[in-house]
């Protein structure tokens, strides 16, 4: 047995699915990024549809300007971490600007939102301690309770009834209740764009106790009316005691953060190896988000657009005949039932000009292929019916007696 081994394998499963063509779906190589809607991967000109760039942040012009000016006063990176090497004065003034965006009174920020994670979830827990989390978590969060070595016990995605029979049986076994239980979800789930039912959470964790942590990676920006997601969104903010996010999509930059109500995240720095051992975002990176994050205060139109553009996309899908995820919003999924038929469609969608992410399970949920289409602000109606287009005229491809 060597090393390799296991990569022969990963080969040979991606040779059997073709996946090692140029382009390719898992791993597509964009030539040329345009705006945040149009790029061009290889010959094709596409419309950029894949890329969770929610409010089209990525080249808006004062973000860019506000990036160029910190690379001219304060340079590329910072060449270290935050503990080590110390923090500049924007990590800290962008903490200050999370913490009053949330009205919390504190907020720590990671690298990525991978990292935050990571890093809030494996310092919270431990050994002894347990977590109760939606089955549908995104990988960053199952890591984290792996790193924590805390008990891990999952409950149905979106079944607030199955978190409140699993919060029972373990307050059952524990004579100390539920003091030492972290609760977490998401606000919109990654693979099939649906909600928490955040308001029935926020009941039974109420009911039964535990501590609620709430990713928010997709819908801060997107959701609630100052755009700080679905804690927001369904008024339950003073039920949730720590958010996660991250700069990577509304905001258009990369990094992550949490916020919380418990002044004891300050303390989360001091103990938190992803925070520690890992250079803190470049003076450009959190300049951008500064900026970005003052927008989605300042411009509730592009939530507006978003959700326009959302629901023209779902309704039209919809139409055709395409089973799609519950509800519309900025993530809309079509379900495909062969890998072969989605690669083959993906494909098919580059040569008419969109390009979307195609997921194969297990990444995807429910062992079902699927075809994920990420909406912007940025958006023209027009690119949006070519979507449409491209799905109607390439929808044979899905057609169940051409699946092998
Ligand atoms: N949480 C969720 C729910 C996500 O979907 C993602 C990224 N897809 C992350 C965390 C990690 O964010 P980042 O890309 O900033 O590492």
Redesign the pocket.
């Known amino acids: 047995m060597s090393l390799f081994d296991k990569f022969d394998r990963l080969r040979d499963a991606r040779g059997s699915l073709a996946l090692d063509s140029d382009p390719s779906p898992l791993g597509t190589r964009i030539d040329e990024v345009y705006s945040p809607t149009l790029g061009r991967i290889g010959q094709h000109k596409v419309i950029l549809a894949g890329t969770n760039n929610y409010l089209g942040l990525t080249f808006d012009p004062d973000c860019i300007a506000a990036a160029h000016r910190a690379l001219d006063e304060a340079g590329t990176g910072t060449t270290g971490s935050r503990m080590a090497n110390g923090s500049y004065g924007s990590h800290r003034q962008l903490e200050e600007e999370l913490a009053e965006f949330y009205g919390m009174p504190s907020a720590m920020v990671f690298s ?3 990292m935050a ?1 990571l890093g809030l979830i494996s310092s919270l827990i431990g050994p002894g301690d347990s977590v109760v989390l939606d089955a549908d978590c ?1 990988a ?1 969060i199952y890591d984290a309770c792996r790193m924590a070595g805390a008990d891990v016990i999952r409950f149905r995605h979106n079944d607030a009834s199955d978190l409140d029979k699993r919060l029972r049986r373990l307050a059952d076994r524990r004579e100390e209740g539920l003091d030492n239980t972290l609760i977490i979800v ?1 606000g919109i789930y ?1 693979m099939l764009g649906d909600s928490a039912p955040l308001a029935e959470i926020a009941e039974v964790k109420r009911r039964r106790g535990g501590y609620l942590l709430v ?1 928010e ?2 819908s801060m920006g997107v959701m609630g009316a100052t755009g700080r997601g679905l804690a927001e969104a369904t008024g339950v903010e003073a039920d949730v005691d720590f958010i996660v996010g ?3 999509k509304s905001l258009g930059a ?1 990094g ?1 953060f949490a916020v919380s109500r418990h002044p004891e995240l300050e303390l989360v720095r001091f103990d938190s190896r992803p925070y520690i051992f890992t250079a803190s975002p470049s003076p450009a990176t959190i300049a951008s988000v500064r900026q970005a994050l003052a927008i989605v205060a300042q411009r509730p139109a592009l939530r507006d657009q978003l959700w326009r553009n959302a629901e023209r996309l779902y309704a039209g899908l919809h139409e055709q005949g395409f089973e799609l995820g519950p509800t519309p919003g900025p993530v809309v999924a079509a379900l495909v039932d062969s890998p072969r038929q989605a690669i083959a469609f993906w494909h098919a969608l580059i040569e008419h000009g969109v390009y979307v992410n195609m997921m194969l399970p297990p990444a995807s949920p429910n062992g079902r292929a699927l075809m994920r289409i990420s909406l912007s602000a940025a958006h023209s109606d027009e690119q949006v019916d070519s979507i449409l287009g491209a799905f109607a005229t390439l929808s044979p491809i899905l057609d169940p007696s051409n699946s092998a």
């Open positions: 990525t939102g991978y994670n995104h960053s998401e990654s990713d990676a997709h991250t700069f990577s990369i992550g």
